[in-house]
C-alpha cells in the first residue's frame, strides 16, 4: 500500500496537490479578471468554491512538503479519515460549481446567444474557468479515492 500514487507525504501526492492548487487558482483569476462575473450567482459560487480549493490544497501541499523533508509517514487513521472527508467535501463543491457555472455557460452560447451582439458576454473566459474547475474537480476525485484506499487499508 505505500507505493499507491498520490498517498501524503510522497511526491505524487505533493504533485496531485499542487495540480489541485494551481488550476483552481487559474480558474479564480480567469473568472476573477472577466468583465460582469460577478452579476452571476453561479460564477460567484464557482470563485468561492475554488477559493476554499486553494486554500485546502495549499494547506495539505505545505503538509506534504514538511512530511517529505522531515521523513515522515501520514498514514495514520484520524490523519487520513480528515483528508477523505476534506477532499470529498472540496470535491463535491467544486463538482457543483463546475455543473451550474457550464449550465449557465451553455445557455449563453447556444440557447441565448448573449455571447455575440450587443451583449458580447466573454463566454469564452466563463468556458476557460469552467474547464479548469472540472480538472480540480477530477484531480480531487484521484485524490479522495486515493485517501479512502488508504484509510480502508489502514481500518
Known amino acids: 500500500m505505500k507505493e499507491l500514487l498520490g498517498r501524503p507525504g510522497s511526491v505524487s501526492g505533493l504533485l496531485l496537490r499542487v495540480s489541485q492548487f494551481s488550476c483552481a ?3 479564480i483569476a480567469v473568472m476573477v479578471t472577466t468583465d460582469g462575473f460577478a452579476e452571476f450567482t453561479c460564477f460567484c459560487y464557482l470563485v468561492a468554491s475554488m477559493a476554499l480549493q486553494v486554500l485546502w490544497s495549499l494547506g495539505l501541499a ?3 512538503i ?12 484520524l490523519l487520513v479519515r480528515l483528508f477523505v472527508v476534506g477532499d470529498w467535501l472540496t470535491a463535491t463543491l467544486s463538482l457543483a ?3 451550474s457555472s457550464s449550465g449557465i455557460a451553455i ?11 450587443r451583449w458580447g458576454l466573454p463566454c ?11 480538472v480540480t474537480w477530477i484531480l480531487t476525485s484521484i485524490s479522495s479515492h486515493v485517501m479512502f484506499w488508504i484509510l480502508s487499508a489502514l481500518v
Open 25 to 27: 487558482g487559474i480558474a
Open 62 to 64: 505545505c503538509l506534504d
Open 66 to 77: 514538511y512530511a517529505l523533508s522531515k521523513k515522515r509517514d501520514l498514514q495514520n487513521k
Open 97 to 99: 460549481a463546475a455543473s
Open 107 to 117: 445557455l449563453f452560447v447556444r440557447d441565448f446567444h448573449l455571447c455575440t451582439g
Open 124 to 134: 469564452g473566459s466563463y468556458k476557460l474557468a469552467v474547464s479548469f474547475t472540472f
